[in-house]
T-cell receptor, first 110, second 116 residues
Framework: GQNIDQPTEMTATEGAIVQINCTYQTSGFNGLFWYQQHAGEAPTFLSY????GLEEKGRFSSFLSRSKGYSYLLLKELQMKDSASYLCAVWSGGYQKVTFGTGTKLQVIP | DVKVTQSSRYLVKRTGEKVFLECVQD?????MFWYRQDPGLGLRLIYFSYDVKMKEKGDIPEGYSVSREKKERFSLILESASTNQTSMYLC???????????????FGPGTRLTVT
C-alpha cells in the first residue's frame, strides 16, 4: 500500500524559515510533488523532485532523499500569504496516478 | 493560461438522486482525474483517465462511475447519491510527455456537493 505522512499543523513567524517534512512508504517511486492549497481554493503546483537533492525556486525549496523515503519543503522569508495547506504527493505507479498526503496546515503569524 | 473548469461550485442533491459532475480542460492534456477532499483524509483519487474512453479506478471508486467521450471533458457520476458522498470534489488534468516523466496536475476550483 501507499503511506504518506506529514505533520497536521505548523505555526511560524513572518520573516522566518519553516521546514515541512514528508515521509513516504510506497510500492515504487517515480517522483514527488509539493502543492500549495489556500483555504477554499484548489491546490496549485509548487515543485517536483525525481532525483536526490535540493531544488530551489525562489523562496521555496524542496529536498528529496529516495533511500530514506523523505522529502521536505523549505519556505524562506515567510509572508502572511504563505498561510495555507501544503500537500506532499508521490507518483509511484503507471500513468500519472499520484497519492496525496493529508497535508500540513501552515499558519504564519506576525 | 491553463484552465480547468467544473460545472458547479456548489450543489445540493437528495439521497438516491443521480448526480453528474462535469470537468473541462483547455490544455489538450491526456490525463484527467477526479478526487474528493475531506477534512483529515486529504485528497483521495476516485477515478482517472489517460485517454479518451479509457478509465482506471483510483483508491475509492465505489459508488462512482466516470465518462470520457472527448479529450477535454471528464464526467463523474454518482449513480445513487448517499449522504457519505457529501464532500468537495476536485477535477485535475495533466500532460504526459514521450518520456513519461511526471508533470504537475492542474486543478479545477472544486464542487462542494451536499447530499441530504
Amino acid at each position: 500500500g501507499q503511506n504518506i505522512d506529514q505533520p497536521t499543523e505548523m505555526t511560524a513567524t513572518e520573516g522566518a524559515i519553516v521546514q515541512i517534512n514528508c515521509t513516504y512508504q510506497t510500492s515504487g517511486f517515480n517522483g514527488l510533488f509539493w502543492y500549495q492549497q489556500h483555504a477554499g481554493e484548489a491546490p496549485t503546483f509548487l515543485s517536483y523532485n525525481v532525483l536526490d537533492g535540493l531544488e530551489e525556486k525562489g523562496r521555496f525549496s524542496s529536498f528529496l532523499s529516495r533511500s530514506k523515503g523523505y522529502s521536505y519543503l523549505l519556505l524562506k522569508e515567510l509572508q502572511m500569504k504563505d498561510s495555507a495547506s501544503y500537500l506532499c504527493a508521490v507518483w509511484s505507479g503507471g500513468y500519472q496516478k499520484v497519492t496525496f498526503g493529508t497535508g500540513t496546515k501552515l499558519q504564519v503569524i506576525p | 493560461d491553463v484552465k480547468v473548469t467544473q460545472s458547479s461550485r456548489y450543489l445540493v442533491k437528495r439521497t438516491g438522486e443521480k448526480v453528474f459532475l462535469e470537468c473541462v480542460q483547455d490544455m489538450d492534456h491526456e490525463n484527467m482525474f477526479w478526487y474528493r477532499q475531506d477534512p483529515g483524509l486529504g485528497l483521495r483519487l476516485i477515478y482517472f483517465s489517460y485517454d479518451v474512453k479509457m478509465k482506471e479506478k483510483g483508491d475509492i471508486p465505489e459508488g462512482y462511475s466516470v465518462s470520457r467521450e472527448k479529450k477535454e471533458r471528464f464526467s463523474l457520476i454518482l449513480e445513487s447519491a448517499s449522504t457519505n458522498q457529501t464532500s468537495m470534489y476536485l477535477c485535475a488534468s495533466s500532460f504526459t510527455n514521450l518520456e513519461g516523466t511526471g508533470y504537475e496536475q492542474y486543478f479545477g476550483p472544486g464542487t462542494r456537493l451536499t447530499v441530504t
